[in-house]
């Protein structure tokens, strides 16, 4: 657990970056602090690890008071990632991960052999050990950077911004791995976003904060979404948040899945007709999974693959409101595909199906 | 080009070689261990580092003469003591490193040092093990330049009768006998040229990191 009591950061020209900051992050939770530039949340980040010294409060570690503690030792129990990664330019990949086990004492060749079982963890081929940080790129340095605060296996970990300085679809890839990985390894993370996105998509708990270094409110994602503190929250919360708090609501078997009636490739034209239901039919494979939906009526002899429409995207029976929803709005009959866990085809919902569940069920239980 | 007289002045051309070697090298090495901690001082506080720079600066602007003449005075040396020399360069190769080294520090980026500190490097461990070895190449770089003028500058060294390269150039003009002068100018050049090629491979050495380019 890190706990904020009562801390602030004032500097000697009066700026006041971080003002009586009460704050609880969980063990093994992943609780992200989000506002606009200027709100104090990297000052905050840094003070945790003594990069910046309060001006007044305490902050604890698992309630140790860190102000008594020496600054290097307590950095080295925190793992830390910040934007760039920031790796050491001059050490190959493995021996940037085996940074901090080796000033931990442990010895080189033991800090190695751990380092390459990160960097597998983290998606990298052993075959980067050798190479030096500039011969990767922005994505895979952020995963060593992340390699590199997991090898101690300390209890904590401080993530600044860790990845807002790669592309989108990098960015993508690293947020869902890295929501993998903390469900294996449940550290207790604090993160730094400007990202409202990202917070709601990683954060167990989001602390958002307003300009003067205040917290605005701590709340889980969904009730950030559904019952924002004030204005302020709610503005920085942003647009869409109704559809969007559907992402936090399981669907949990009270939406009616319809039976849907299936062609498979290479199908004739007159199979299909017969299947359609209105002017679409569900292409299958041979396993049951689901292809895209194909006309009959423009069919030319057999169902082939270039007949398909691919817009739809499939939804899990086991996900959310809104990915069921979002199924039955993207597919071009308007009859959303749900699957099981392993991609098969169980049956289709129309968004009236999910819409008339939703309204049944005002306070269903929320996603985390 | 009289090569008669070269083959029968061998024995003492290697010999004043041998000293312009000693002359240009030590004070190179002692300047980069005094500059060290001045660089890193200068690095560390900015206040520090207009003064000590500037200062740096005025030292190089000496003439090299008045320098060889006056440090006896100061250091109670013999005028034809080559301590003089070597002090007197290693005053100019301090000058030139100075802000080579500052510079060198300050080139490590932010992000690297902020990540060294995170991970509980203490200070001197992340000057030692980080910004040290991330600053090499500028370092390299300032050395090449403080070498080849220590090659050239030892010379002057001869209006004071003390052996070395420059020894040839005072000889030859004295006897009006262009042979010493030229083959003193090629040795030079060649020993230079020597010095700064060494300095590049030890570059190398230590940053097998760095982007594969080109080295100028």
Same mark, same amino acid.
């Given at each position: 657990?890190?706990?904020?009591?009562? @801390?602030?950061?004032?500097?000697?020209?009066?700026?006041?970056?971080?003002?009586?900051?009460?704050?609880?992050?969980?063990? !093994?939770?992943?609780?992200?602090?989000?506002?606009?530039?200027?709100?104090?949340?990297?000052?905050?980040?840094?003070?945790?690890?003594?990069?910046?010294?309060?001006?007044?409060?305490?902050?604890?570690?698992?309630?140790?008071?860190?102000?008594?503690?020496?600054?290097?030792?307590?950095?080295?129990?925190?793992?830390? @990632?910040?934007?760039?990664?920031?790796?050491?330019?001059?050490?190959?990949?493995?021996?940037?991960?085996?940074?901090?086990?080796?000033?931990?004492?442990?010895?080189?060749?033991?800090?190695?052999?751990?380092?390459?079982?990160?960097?597998?963890?983290? !998606?990298?081929?052993?075959?980067?050990?050798?190479?030096?940080?500039?011969?990767?790129?922005?994505?895979?340095?952020?995963? @060593?950077?992340?390699?590199?605060?997991?090898?101690?296996?300390?209890?904590?970990? =401080?993530?600044?911004?860790?990845?807002?300085?790669?592309?989108?679809? @990098?960015?993508?890839?690293?947020?869902?791995?890295?929501?993998?990985?903390?469900?294996?390894?449940?550290?207790?993370?604090?993160?730094?976003?400007?990202?409202?996105?990202?917070?709601?998509?990683?954060?167990?708990?989001?602390?958002?904060?307003?300009?003067?270094?205040?917290?605005?409110?701590?709340?889980?994602?969904?009730?950030?979404?559904?019952?924002?503190?004030?204005?302020?929250?709610?503005?920085?919360?942003?647009?869409?948040?109704?559809?969007?708090?559907?992402?936090?609501?399981?669907?949990?078997?009270?939406?009616?899945?319809?039976?849907?009636?299936?062609?498979?490739?290479?199908?004739?034209?007159?199979?299909?007709?017969?299947?359609?239901?209105?002017?679409?039919? =569900?292409?299958?494979?041979?396993?049951?999974?689901?292809?895209?939906?194909?006309?009959?009526?423009?069919?030319?002899?057999?169902?082939?693959?270039?007949?398909?429409?691919?817009?739809?995207?499939?939804?899990?029976?086991?996900?959310?409101?809104?990915?069921? =929803?979002?199924?039955?709005?993207?597919?071009?009959?308007?009859?959303?595909?749900?699957?099981?866990?392993?991609?098969?085809?169980?049956?289709?919902?129309?968004?009236?199906?999910?819409?008339?569940?939703?309204?049944?069920?005002?306070?269903?239980?929320?996603?985390? | 080009?009289?090569?008669?007289?070269?083959?029968?002045?061998?024995?003492?051309?290697?010999?004043?070689? &041998?000293?312009?070697?000693?002359? +240009?090298?030590?004070?190179?090495?002692?300047?980069?261990?005094?500059?060290?901690?001045?660089?890193?001082?200068?690095?560390?506080?900015?206040?520090?580092?207009?003064?000590?720079? %500037?200062?740096? &600066?005025?030292?190089?602007?000496?003439?090299?003469?008045?320098?060889?003449?006056?440090?006896?005075?100061?250091?109670?040396?013999?005028?034809?003591?080559?301590?003089? #020399?070597? +002090?007197?360069?290693?005053?100019?190769?301090?000058?030139?490193?100075?802000?080579?080294? +500052?510079?060198?520090?300050?080139?490590?980026?932010?992000?690297?040092?902020?990540?060294?500190? +995170?991970?509980?490097?203490?200070?001197?461990?992340?000057?030692?093990?980080?910004?040290?070895?991330? %600053?090499?190449?500028?370092?390299?770089?300032?050395?090449?330049?403080?070498?080849?003028?220590?090659?050239?500058?030892?010379?002057?060294?001869?209006?004071? &009768?003390?052996?070395?390269? %420059?020894?040839?150039?005072?000889? %030859?003009?004295?006897?009006?006998?262009?042979?010493?002068?030229?083959?003193? #100018?090629?040795?030079?050049?060649?020993?230079?040229? #020597?010095?700064?090629?060494?300095?590049?491979?030890?570059?190398?050495?230590?940053?097998?990191?760095?982007?594969?380019?080109?080295?100028?």
């Amino acid at each position: 657990m890190i706990k904020f009591e009562n @801390v602030t950061k004032a500097y000697p020209d009066g700026t006041v970056a971080v003002d009586g900051l009460n704050l609880e992050a969980p063990t !093994g939770k992943l609780t992200i602090l989000v506002g606009p530039s200027g709100c104090g949340k990297t000052t905050s980040l840094r003070m945790i690890n003594r990069l910046i010294e309060p001006t007044s409060g305490t902050i604890y570690l698992d309630d140790q008071p860190t102000s008594g503690m020496d600054a290097a030792l307590l950095r080295r129990r925190i793992g830390y @990632v910040i934007q760039h990664a920031g790796l050491f330019p001059h050490k190959t990949i493995v021996d940037n991960v085996s940074t901090m086990p080796v000033l931990l004492g442990e010895s080189r060749q033991k800090a190695r052999t751990k380092a390459l079982e990160l960097m597998e963890r983290v !998606g990298l081929p052993a075959s980067f050990a050798k190479r030096y940080p500039w011969q990767l790129s922005g994505g895979q340095q952020q995963r @060593v950077g992340v390699a590199r605060a997991l090898a101690s296996d300390p209890a904590f970990m =401080l993530m600044d911004e860790p990845f807002s300085a790669v592309d989108p679809v @990098v960015r993508g890839q690293l947020q869902e791995e890295f929501l993998r990985l903390q469900r294996e390894i449940g550290k207790t993370i604090i993160m730094v976003t400007h990202d409202i996105d990202e917070a709601l998509k990683l954060g167990d708990q989001v602390a958002v904060m307003r300009v003067g270094g205040k917290l605005a409110q701590m709340a889980s994602p969904s009730e950030l979404l559904t019952s924002p503190a004030d204005e302020f929250v709610a503005d920085f919360v942003g647009r869409d948040r109704g559809y969007r708090s559907l992402g936090f609501t399981k669907t949990a078997g009270t939406v009616a899945i319809g039976e849907e009636a299936v062609v498979q490739l290479g199908a004739s034209a007159d199979e299909a007709r017969a299947k359609a239901s209105g002017a679409w039919v =569900l292409v299958v494979d041979g396993g049951r999974k689901p292809l895209g939906w194909a006309q009959p009526e423009l069919l030319n002899g057999e169902v082939k693959r270039e007949n398909l429409n691919l817009s739809g995207i499939p939804a899990a029976a086991s996900g959310t409101m809104r990915q069921l =929803l979002d199924a039955a709005l993207s597919s071009p009959s308007r009859r959303g595909v749900v699957v099981n866990e392993h991609g098969e085809l169980i049956g289709t919902v129309t968004a009236t199906d999910v819409v008339k569940a939703i309204e049944a069920e005002p306070h269903l239980e929320t996603a985390r | 080009m009289n090569f008669e007289w070269l083959g029968r002045q061998f024995d003492n051309i290697v010999f004043l070689l &041998g000293w312009h070697v000693l002359l +240009a090298v030590t004070p190179l090495i002692l300047g980069l261990l005094i500059a060290l901690p001045l660089g890193w001082w200068a690095h560390r506080s900015r206040r520090i580092y207009p003064l000590l720079v %500037g200062v740096a &600066g005025l030292l190089y602007t000496v003439p090299s003469l008045a320098l060889f003449v006056l440090l006896p005075l100061v250091l109670g040396t013999k005028i034809l003591d080559p301590l003089n #020399i070597v +002090a007197a360069l290693t005053v100019y190769t301090v000058a030139l490193l100075v802000r080579v080294v +500052a510079d060198a520090l300050d080139s490590v980026p932010e992000d690297t040092v902020q990540a060294a500190k +995170a991970m509980g490097y203490r200070g001197y461990q992340s000057l030692v093990k980080v910004e040290l070895p991330v %600053g090499v190449p500028v370092i390299c770089a300032g050395l090449r330049v403080a070498a080849v003028s220590n090659v050239s500058l030892v010379s002057v060294a001869a209006l004071l &009768g003390i052996p070395q390269l %420059g020894s040839l150039f005072t000889q %030859g003009f004295q006897l009006r006998f262009y042979t010493p002068i030229i083959a003193g #100018i090629v040795l030079c050049v060649v020993l230079a040229m #020597i010095l700064d090629g060494l300095i590049i491979l030890l570059n190398r050495w230590l940053t097998p990191w760095t982007p594969k380019v080109v080295a100028s």
